[in-house]
């Protein structure tokens, strides 16, 4: 049972360059999530899904975009890659019980992005 | 206003000392949840516990506890006779049902020296 998976682990890129990370989860979770984490700030949610098919903006979406094709996948991709997207990104999943936000989250190990 | 308040960027504690993570929310939802999460040098997050609004009982888990009060909007995490293997980046989130929101505070840097 692997949890949850992201891939890569660690990526660098050029400013105006894009990418796509990848999140798989193999809990059978409704919910899944992308934050990201820099210093000081803690974790910010970019987006979320409450479902395959389905994806809502969380505290910091510009400059991102989702998709949740699959219910077991969540993408996260940089059209045109800024420094200031510089950070490390965790993906998360949880179940749906009970409504929004109550569950606890299983995080991915994280992806160490730089941008140059 | 969602928000999560961790003011004690960073405590350090000589291993068998209690030390207690402070968290403060805010928040004008009645359903809301709050959780502790662990980040331990090696990156990961782990779940430590979850609260919700409506259950003020305070928890014990072995040398962990938590102090949830609604009155003051905290929700202060306790580890008694700390070990260094706590040394870690503790988080405390909100997660607001109404409102559809969902806050990490800026995390506490714990270490624990021995």
């Known amino acids: 049972n692997a949890g949850v998976t992201q891939t890569p682990k660690f990526r660098v890129l050029k400013t105006g360059q894009s990418m796509t990370l990848l999140c798989a989860q193999d809990?059978?979770?409704?919910?899944m999530y992308w934050y990201r984490q820099d210093p000081g700030m803690g974790l910010r949610l970019i987006h979320y899904?409450?479902?395959?098919?389905?994806?809502a903006k969380g505290e910091v979406p510009d400059g991102y975009n989702v998709s949740r094709l699959k219910k077991q996948n969540f993408l996260l991709g940089l059209e045109s890659a800024a420094p200031s997207q510089t950070s490390v990104y965790f993906c998360?999943?949880?179940?749906?019980?009970?409504?929004?936000?109550?569950?606890?989250?299983?995080f991915g190990d994280g992806t160490r992005l730089s941008i140059l | 206003a969602q928000k999560v308040t961790q003011a004690q960027t960073e405590i350090s504690v000589v291993e068998k000392e209690d030390v207690t993570l402070d968290c403060v929310y805010e928040t004008r939802d009645t359903t809301y949840y709050l959780f502790w999460y662990k980040q331990p040098p090696s990156g990961e997050l782990v779940f430590l516990i979850r609260r919700n609004s409506f259950d003020e009982q305070n928890e014990i888990s072995g040398r962990y506890s938590w102090n949830f009060q609604k009155s003051t909007s905290s929700f202060n995490f306790t580890i008694t006779a700390s070990q260094v293997v706590d040394s870690a980046v503790y988080f405390c989130a909100l997660g607001s049902y109404n409102f559809n929101k969902f806050y990490f505070g800026s995390g506490t840097k714990l270490n624990v020296k021995p």
């Open positions: 809990m059978n979770h409704e919910y």
């Open positions: 998360a999943s949880s179940y749906s019980l009970e409504g929004r936000w109550n569950q606890p989250q299983h």
């Open positions: 899904s409450v479902g395959e098919g389905t994806t």
